[in-house]
């Protein structure tokens, strides 16, 4: 039997339109609230057509020393193409966090499945 994990795929997002960038501060105070922009496509961009779409992302932060991570959002993107409209695949969130960490990122492709990518958070 197959573990999900077996199924994530990652890349360098420069050379790989279908892995999620993270963008969050090198540095955040303890508490204090802070933007994590997660968006598939930036480098290259990822077609969002109604034969090929990024259907959702998921984010998560796991703070150090943590068993598990934390769900921070889990975003869905329906429009491909209906009345000419397409989603991009861009999210923002604002958080607080009073341990570092690592912010992981999950998408999907109807077409290429599963990719993930990290960002290490520092909390000072």
């Given at each position: ?60 932060f ?49 077409i ?13």
């Open positions: 039997m197959k573990s999900l994990g077996q199924f994530l795929q990652s890349g360098d997002w420069k050379g790989e339109k279908h892995v999620p960038v993270i963008h969050i501060p090198e540095k955040v105070k303890a508490g204090e609230e802070f933007e994590i922009k997660v968006l598939v496509g930036e480098e290259i961009s990822h077609p969002n057509t109604q034969e090929h779409y990024i259907s959702w992302i998921k984010v998560f796991l703070p150090e020393g943590a068993k598990f991570p934390v769900e921070v959002g889990n975003y869905s993107f329906t429009a491909h193409g209906e009345g000419e409209i397409f989603t991009e695949p861009t999210v923002v969130n604002k958080i607080k966090v009073n341990k570092s960490g690592t912010i992981h990122a999950v998408s999907y492709c109807n290429h499945g599963l990719w993930e990518n990290s960002a290490e958070l520092i909390v000072e």
